[in-house]
């Protein structure tokens, strides 16, 4: 299980190691774009979901609990990745997932 630390907070966010790497890809990009944006993920017990800001200012660490980096499949980055790009930030989808067009939830 990998690990995601955002800030200066205390609180981990865990996130299973392969779909980390996928998300740090698209988390870098966005990133290095100097670009803010949302990310949202399902809590894994199914008790909920969150949602956390990114800032290029905020210190962000990934913590991986293999020492090899997994290989990368691309369709997983794209399908992040255009949900980054869409009003509602980045989904963390499962990989086997086609999330088709993305509509924006309504608040």
């Keep these: 299980m990998g690990l995601m630390f955002y800030g200066g907070r205390s609180d981990t966010i865990f996130i299973e190691d392969r779909a980390l790497a996928h998300l740090k890809v698209v988390i870098a990009t966005k990133l290095r ?63 086997d997932v086609d999330p088709g067009p993305q509509i924006p939830a309504q608040h």
């Design 33 to 95: 774009r100097n670009e803010s944006f949302t990310l949202s993920w399902r809590h894994p017990d199914d008790s909920g979901r969150s949602t956390i800001w990114l800032h290029p200012a905020v210190p962000l660490r990934f913590v991986f609990d293999d020492p090899e980096p997994p290989e990368l499949s691309t369709e997983w980055i794209t399908a992040m990745a255009n949900s980054a790009n869409s009003s509602g930030g980045i989904s963390l989808i499962p990989e």
